[in-house]
């Protein structure tokens, strides 16, 4: 087992004064980890129970695409402002380092009844209910939420109404 923390920088006051940036590229930068990561989140039953992944963006879609094509599944994708076409439904939610909003393509979710929500780092746990109320208000399933790291002294698992699994702790 590779040791991830090695591999993970962290960056005092970045985007915002008091905010500590977990950068988590450097496990891309390391093949044998890398591999050993998305195999890892692959076999996890969030992912094996779940029609279709759903990555947030933007850091979500490094490590939920590769997922997705490991395992023959399905993806779908959430996107911050601006950024998608067509019909969608857009939901907003607050950042531990501001305000944002995800949207869905109405289209992409319709053939599939659930989801694993996919991300890079869980810190407050806004982003992922986010995912997690626009799912399910459309009347998805949510099987989990599949995160490499996760900020365990914000305590998002408290308000999060979802499975999390996630392969670091920070
Ligand atoms: P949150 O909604 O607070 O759980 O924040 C999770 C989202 O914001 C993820 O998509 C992360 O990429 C990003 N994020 C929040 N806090 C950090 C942090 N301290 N370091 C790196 N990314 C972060």
């Known amino acids: 087992m590779k040791d991830?923390?090695?591999?993970?920088?962290s960056y005092r006051n970045f985007p915002?004064?008091?905010?500590?940036?977990?950068?988590?590229?450097?496990?891309?930068?390391?093949?044998?980890?890398?591999?050993?990561?998305i195999y890892t989140m692959s076999e996890d039953e969030v992912i094996k129970n779940c029609d279709a992944i759903a990555c947030i963006d933007a850091r979500g879609f490094i490590f939920g695409s590769p997922i997705a094509f490991n395992i023959g599944k399905p993806m779908?994708?959430?996107?911050?402002?601006?950024?998608?076409?067509?019909?969608?439904?857009?939901?907003?939610?607050?950042l531990e380092y501001g305000k944002n909003s995800l949207s869905i393509q109405k289209s992409?979710?319709?053939?599939?009844?659930s989801f694993a929500i996919v991300d890079d780092l869980l810190a407050t746990g806004g982003t992922a209910n986010c995912a997690y109320s626009l799912l399910s208000k459309l009347g998805k399933e949510v099987t989990g939420l599949s995160v490499v790291a996760e900020l365990r002294n914000l305590n998002a698992r408290q308000i999060l109404e979802m499975e999390v699994v996630s392969q670091i702790e920070l």
Do not use: N
């Open 16 to 37: 915002r004064k008091g905010i500590v940036f977990k950068d988590l590229l450097g496990i891309l930068k390391d093949p044998d980890a890398f591999k050993e990561l």
């Open 76 to 94: 779908v994708v959430l996107r911050k402002p601006g950024k998608l076409p067509g019909e969608l439904i857009t939901a907003d939610y607050e």
């Open 108 to 113: 992409s979710i319709e053939k599939f009844s």
């Open 4 to 9: 991830f923390q090695e591999l993970i920088s």
